[in-house]
Structure formats: structure tokens, C-alpha cells
């Protein structure tokens, strides 16, 4: 790959370094149990590579991996902080998908595809009004919504 054409990635603590071929092959949100469990989050957003546009720079001997035989993927972390690094899934063998957060530089693709929204989490936040929280910057908060008064029953009826 020659420069300019790639997108590094790191981890919290930056032991282990990635890198993808840009454009990355696409970029999607995945709402499933697995990698909500797996980021600790609503969704995990990655972008897919080809196996031949991703590579390793540094700390290949801090990745420890896990195994999921029954659903056919892996996933690989930092041993020393716990970052997801890369994911992989035995029916798609070219392809390893990264996290769309290791990476501070633009991967060339827009994040627009949506997987597994039937295993969304109830809690996913949905885009509702949000207004600041008063006494605490930068906290937003949901309000609870209002209900309507009822009117007064009509005496004529």
C-alpha cells in the first residue's frame, strides 16, 4: 500500500497499531448482542477491509483473541487495555472488520448501513430532543415527555 492510501488505527493505550487500505471496503453500525457485549456499547461501529489491504504495524504480541466456534467468528483485543481491534467471520474469509473508532484520520467511508436491528437494545438512544442538564456542562438529558391534561368533562353531556 503506498502511503497517503491508508488509515492507522491504535488502541486506548497504543501497544498495537493497524492499518487499512483506504477506502475501506464499507462501514456499517452492528446492533447484535455479540458486539454490543464485545464494546460494552449500544452498537459498534466498523468499517470491513480486504485481508490484503490490513496488516499489523506494531504489538502483535499484545493480541489475544476469542473464538466464538458455534457462531463462526473471532475477535481480536489488546491484552494490555482491553481494545477491540478487529473482527473476523469465517464466511467471509478476504474480509477483517475494524473499529470504526481506531482510527482519528477518515477511512473513506460513511458509516450508512444498519445489521441485526432486530437484536437492537431497548436502551439505544434513537435520536429523541435532548436539552442541557442544568448545573452540570456538557451533560444533555432526554426530558421525560409531558403528558396532556385531559379537559374537563363536558357537563352538557
Known sequence: MAKGEVAI???????VRVEIGVPARWAWHDHSAASRQAH????ATYVGSWRSRFRVL?????????E???A???RSFCA?????LFYERASAP???????ALFTARTGREPRYHMNLGQQADWTYLGEPLAPLKGYPGVMWERPS???KRAPPDPMF
Open 80 to 84: 494490555r487495555c482491553g481494545t477491540p
Open 40 to 43: 460494552g456499547a449500544a452498537y
Open 72 to 74: 463462526g467468528t473471532a
Open 94 to 100: 478476504k474480509m477483517v472488520n475494524v473499529p470504526r
Open 58 to 66: 506494531d504489538g502483535e504480541k499484545h493480541i489475544t483473541r476469542f
Open 9 to 15: 488505527g491504535a488502541c486506548v493505550c497504543g501497544a
Open 68 to 70: 466464538d466456534e458455534a
Open 146 to 148: 409531558r403528558k396532556k
